[in-house]
């Protein structure tokens, strides 16, 4: 079977081809136009303007996948449709059954989030992997914690799958207001670092890692709450009024800048791995699994990977490559859907902004 998926969900224009067969996958492409510089002056994503240049990039995404997988015969299309941005995840959705009505295929939406949970079973690009043989491993039942810049979110996740490939989610937890990724946007705007935020704060909380913390450490939200939400506005506002009370040349401080993204990763850190292993404990988890484009984080993937080996629990985290969005996490959510039936109605099928994993 190949599958051809298309990932709008935000700012990044995604078409990736799987290959499965005989228990074996393989990525022939996965193709990525990204906005991030388009909407950088802005400080932020702007829906229709994204919608707009999903529309011009879609078909030379679309051409760049075919080519480089080498023109295959495709036999199921795939696409999130949802949770995300409207305007673009229905321009993903229209293009995907444009492409499904004239070549006289099937469709399957995709949840969003489940997509970043499951790109922990792909292979690295051009490598083939069995992936029944990953999933067969005892990592049941897991926590997984999905953390992007629209998203924090830990779920249950009780199987995947054999024989009859059901899978079964459980939402434990959420933010209540700003996602983690959000957060580190919105203090990299305070701090005039620009945007996206993550990637720079990271960079420059690690040439400050080990050194002094900053006076008057930051909250860490909800942290000792017995449940398991989030909340990381209150971080950024910490942040506000500590930025705001110092004076115009140590805001300019170099040395400061750097202590304030090292307190401010470690404690959105602190916040998702506490409440993730509290999870993990009530739940008599086997396994911790991350997803999201703020699993790249390297801090956070070591310090993870650290707090797991203490207690003798299975860690998954996807390539950082597979962790911002990308279609080839569409398309393996896609074949777990089509064992299941699949669907050939699409001219049904809705673009949801909200829509919820079950």
Same mark, same amino acid.
């Given at each position: &079977?190949?599958?051809?998926?298309?990932?709008?969900?935000?700012?990044?224009?995604?078409?990736?081809?799987?290959?499965? /067969?005989?228990?074996?996958?393989?990525?022939?492409?996965?193709?990525?136009?990204?906005?991030?510089? #388009?909407?950088?002056?802005?400080?932020?994503?702007?829906?229709?303007?994204?919608?707009?240049?999903?529309?011009?990039?879609?078909?030379?995404?679309?051409? /760049?996948?075919?080519?480089?997988? *080498?023109?295959?015969?495709?036999?199921?299309?795939?696409?999130?449709?949802?949770?995300?941005?409207?305007?673009?995840?229905?321009? *993903?959705?229209?293009?995907?059954? *444009?492409?499904? /009505?004239?070549?006289?295929?099937?469709?399957? !939406?995709?949840?969003?989030? $489940?997509?970043?949970?499951?790109?922990?079973?792909?292979?690295?690009?051009?490598?083939?992997?069995?992936?029944?043989?990953?999933?067969?491993?005892?990592?049941? !039942?897991?926590?997984?914690?999905?953390?992007?810049?629209?998203?924090?979110?830990?779920? #249950?996740?009780?199987?995947? *799958?054999?024989?009859?490939?059901?899978?079964?989610?459980?939402?434990?937890?959420?933010?209540?207001?700003?996602?983690?990724?959000?957060?580190?946007?919105?203090?990299?705007?305070?701090?005039?670092?620009?945007?996206?935020?993550?990637?720079?704060?990271?960079? @420059?909380? =690690?040439?400050?890692?080990?050194?002094?913390?900053?006076?008057?450490?930051?909250?860490?939200? &909800?942290?000792?709450?017995?449940?398991?939400?989030?909340?990381?506005?209150?971080?950024?506002?910490?942040? #506000?009024?500590?930025?705001?009370?110092?004076?115009?040349?140590?805001? =300019?401080?170099?040395?400061?800048?750097?202590?304030?993204? %090292?307190?401010?990763?470690?404690?959105?850190?602190?916040?998702?791995?506490?409440?993730?292993?509290?999870?993990?404990?009530?739940?008599?988890?086997?396994?911790?699994? #991350?997803?999201?484009?703020?699993?790249?984080?390297?801090?956070? /993937?070591?310090?993870?990977? $650290?707090?797991? @080996?203490?207690? %003798?629990?299975?860690?998954?985290? !996807?390539?950082?490559?597979?962790?911002?969005?990308?279609?080839?996490?569409?398309?393996?959510?896609?074949?777990?859907?089509?064992?299941?039936?699949?669907?050939?109605?699409?001219?049904?099928?809705?673009?949801?902004?909200?829509?919820?994993?079950?």
């Amino acid at each position: &079977m190949i599958i051809l998926a298309i990932e709008t969900s935000c700012d990044d224009t995604c078409i990736a081809i799987l290959r499965i /067969r005989n228990s074996e996958l393989k990525i022939l492409s996965n193709v990525i136009s990204s906005q991030v510089k #388009l909407h950088a002056k802005y400080g932020g994503v702007y829906p229709f303007l994204a919608k707009r240049e999903h529309q011009k990039n879609l078909p030379a995404v679309l051409k /760049r996948a075919l080519n480089k997988a *080498g023109n295959p015969k495709i036999d199921l299309v795939a696409v999130t449709a949802g949770p995300g941005l409207e305007p673009c995840l229905w321009t *993903g959705l229209n293009f995907a059954k *444009g492409l499904a /009505r004239d070549w006289d295929l099937s469709i399957i !939406p995709v949840n969003h989030i $489940e997509a970043h949970i499951l790109a922990n079973f792909l292979p690295k690009i051009s490598k083939i992997s069995n992936f029944k043989f990953l999933i067969s491993k005892n990592i049941f !039942p897991a926590v997984c914690l999905v953390v992007s810049g629209g998203h924090t979110q830990l779920i #249950l996740m009780e199987n995947i *799958g054999r024989p009859l490939f059901t899978t079964y989610y459980k939402i434990l937890g959420e933010t209540r207001d700003d996602a983690a990724g959000e957060c580190f946007d919105k203090v990299a705007r305070i701090l005039g670092l620009g945007y996206p935020g993550g990637p720079i704060i990271s960079q @420059l909380a =690690k040439s400050f890692a080990g050194r002094e913390v900053v006076p008057g450490r930051l909250p860490r939200p &909800m942290i000792h709450q017995r449940n398991y939400d989030f909340s990381f506005s209150g971080l950024k506002t910490a942040v #506000l009024y500590h930025f705001k009370n110092q004076s115009l040349q140590m805001r =300019k401080s170099k040395k400061y800048i750097q202590q304030m993204c %090292n307190e401010i990763q470690q404690a959105v850190i602190d916040v998702l791995i506490c409440k993730t292993l509290r999870a993990a404990r009530d739940y008599n988890a086997k396994t911790i699994i #991350l997803g999201g484009g703020v699993a790249a984080n390297n801090e956070l /993937r070591k310090q993870f990977k $650290e707090a797991c @080996l203490k207690r %003798n629990l299975k860690y998954l985290v !996807p390539p950082k490559d597979f962790c911002t969005d990308n279609a080839a996490m569409v398309a393996i959510a896609a074949y777990y859907h089509w064992l299941r039936g699949g669907t050939k109605n699409w001219q049904g099928i809705e673009a949801k902004a909200n829509l919820r994993l079950k």
